[in-house]
């Protein structure tokens, strides 16, 4: 089966499925996000949404989206950083776009205090009006096509089995007609055995179609590369190490990386305006989490306060054990939203060097 197939029975399968059946978060689970790591991410993006929502003009009812929401520690943490606000607060309606049962019980519990809270399989079953959406490690989950370059063209790349019933990688007896003709100049290029990836768009669509036409903006946060290029980034992880993606399949995190040029550019194709993307580090330090960490450090136990150290480093730092750099945000808006808080309001080059 092609790898898009594997991908996507080893996560929704609704008997077998990774995401449909358990809660991968924390030490307990499989991976930690950023909202675990710290109350300041929620916080700061709940600010990022109050600035949006001064953008729009202050919509009397305001739709606070989350794709993919976790166990709701985002949710949580952004609507507290909101009460400062009353009118904007008051004017909320919460929104949270989640599959999985388990997690969905979760969240209830983590907001068992929040009005106006309504649960969705899907971002189409919203209904119409402004939103902000927030989009934190969702698109890392979506299945991935890989197509592996051969003398005769580029091969869909499949899932098989080998003489001994273990599961291998292979290619497509044929190779995809005229595919390289989609391809930017740097894949176009690549040698003989490269591996590219790519996902339908979607989900970005969606969104970008959202904010378009009904005022508001999104925010997707993600770990991945600036540009389209070759690369085979299909992996697993299972108790916070890297696993073979082919061993236990539905019982380890797939994923692969975010192509955010890819992103970007099938929002602007269909009319919305794209703000950066930029590092997670940088996006943070924008929007203030240095105050942030300070602040709180002010108030707290020494033990408290190097917890907190420790939290802000991993969040914007590079490196090993950082987000900072892996991790990138890309903005989407309506387009007459000249700039977002935290992005660049220049608009990037978004040629693939040959």
């Known amino acids: 089966m092609p790898v898009w197939r594997y991908m996507e029975l080893c996560l929704l399968h609704p008997q077998y499925g990774y995401y449909v059946s358990r809660d991968p978060l924390g030490r307990e689970g499989d991976f930690t996000t950023s909202p675990e790591v710290s109350q300041m991410f929620g916080e700061l993006l709940g600010l990022w949404a109050a600035s949006v929502w001064k953008a729009i003009g202050q919509p009397p009812i305001l739709r606070l989206v989350e794709l993919g929401p976790g166990r709701g520690t985002l949710m949580a943490d952004a609507l507290r950083a909101l009460r400062v606000l009353p009118p904007l607060y008051q004017s909320l309606t919460i929104h949270m776009v989640e599959i999985n049962p388990v997690l969905r019980e979760k969240q209830r519990a983590t907001l068992s205090g929040v009005r106006n809270i309504t649960w969705h399989d899907t971002l189409d079953d919203i209904v119409d009006g402004p939103a902000v959406i927030l989009a934190n490690e969702y698109f890392d989950v979506l299945p991935i096509h890989q197509m592996i370059k051969r003398e005769t063209g580029w091969h869909e790349r499949v899932v098989d089995l080998d003489a001994n019933g273990r599961l291998v990688f292979g290619a497509s007896a044929e190779p995809t007609p005229r595919f390289e003709v989609l391809l930017p100049p740097l894949v176009r290029a690549a040698p003989p055995g490269a591996v590219f990836e790519w ?58 990386h975010v192509d955010f040029q890819a992103l970007a550019r099938a929002a602007q194709d269909l009319g919305a305006r794209v703000h950066g993307p930029v590092t997670q580090g940088d996006f943070l330090k924008r929007l203030g989490i240095e105050s942030r960490a300070a602040n709180l450090m002010a108030k707290a136990t020494h033990e408290v306060s190097a917890d907190i150290s420790d939290a802000l480093k991993r969040l914007t730092e590079p490196g090993r054990g950082g987000m900072g750099s892996m991790f990138k945000v890309l903005g989407v808006s309506q387009p007459d939203i000249v700039a977002l808080a935290g992005l660049s309001d220049e608009e990037p080059d978004r040629r693939t060097p040959s």
């Open 199 to 256: 996902r339908p768009d979607t989900e970005i669509m969606k969104i970008a179609r959202r904010v378009r036409d009904q005022d508001g903006a999104a925010l997707i946060i993600d770990y991945g590369h600036l540009r389209s290029d070759a690369g085979d980034t299909f992996q697993a992880i299972a108790r916070h190490s890297f696993a073979d993606p082919l061993q236990n399949p539905g019982q380890a995190d797939v994923t692969a």
